[in-house]
């Protein structure tokens, strides 16, 4: 029986006290690539610095999270992300959240900056886009951002017709086994589209999750679209490979 082969799309490996754990359970698992993400200076160094120690397995993206943002920060944290944006295969996590108490402001100003960087670069990015979906959508579109992943999509369905027609994807979480809205979206949304992801170390029903817990997306997928197992892995692997350029 053919293997199945899998990449966690997104993952905050820095915050793993059990790293090493973790990425051996993963290829134990069938991940055969991980995507790690950064959210703000200290975490894009240290995920820096994870792949460069396991290289050919995890792949950096840099970014700047609303949820870190501070004013007296931001100088700084751009900075870095344009003095090492060849070193990432993306820039991520970036994007808004309007139910954080952060200056919406703030959020636009830092996110478009970042947003001119990726279209300056050539930089596919990593969204995140909570309660906030048609303002993220509408800033990538305004800058013509070619590649771009709607992390964990719980949006409405208009608006993900108008992201599957700009050419993006949407990734798929553990949540699917309980939110409605991930779950529409993910109904809706072609296989040709959709990454699977973890999150790492984000907690789904009180477990806490590993790049290993990309296996639970798969089967959620799965049980979603009536599809095979590895009709699904083939596909959203084959997609990640592209999206990302890895392997």
């Not at 293997?3 to 698992?29: F, N, T």
């Not at 808004?96 to 970042?114: A, C, H, R």
């Not at 991930?182 to 009180?206: C, G, N, W």
């Not at 477990?207 to 296996?215: F, G, I, M, N, Q």
Request: a neutral charge; aromatic letters at 8%.
């Amino acid at each position: 029986m053919e293997e199945i082969v899998l990449i966690d799309a997104h993952a905050h490996l820095e915050e793993l006290e059990d790293l090493s754990d973790a990425l051996s359970e993963a290829k134990s698992s069938g991940v055969k690539a991980i995507v790690a993400v950064g959210m703000d200076l200290s975490s894009n160094k240290k995920t820096l610095e994870i792949a460069q120690r396991t290289r050919g397995f995890v792949f950096p993206a840099i970014g700047y999270h609303p949820w870190k943002l501070k004013e007296n920060e931001v100088e700084e944290n751009l900075s870095f992300i344009k003095n090492h944006i060849q070193e990432c295969i993306a820039l991520g996590e970036i994007g808004l959240d309007y139910k954080v108490y952060v200056k919406k402001e703030l959020q636009w100003k830092v996110f478009g900056e970042i947003l001119d960087l990726a279209a300056e670069y050539d930089k596919l990015v990593i969204l995140h886009c909570r309660f906030s979906h048609k303002r993220t959508y509408e800033m990538v579109m305004e800058r013509a951002i070619k590649k771009a992943v709607f992390h964990w999509y719980s949006g409405p369905l208009d608006l993900l017709e108008k992201i599957l027609a700009g050419g993006y994807f949407i990734s798929a979480t553990p949540a699917l086994a309980y939110s409605p809205l991930h779950q529409q979206a993910i109904k809706k949304t072609p296989l040709e589209r959709i990454l699977l992801e973890t999150d790492t170390p984000v907690s789904y029903q009180e477990k806490e999750s590993r790049p290993k817990d990309v296996r639970i997306s798969l089967k959620q997928v799965v049980r979603l679209k009536e599809l095979a197992p590895l009709v699904v892995a083939k596909q959203t692997t084959t997609n990640a490979t592209h999206f990302f350029q890895i392997g």
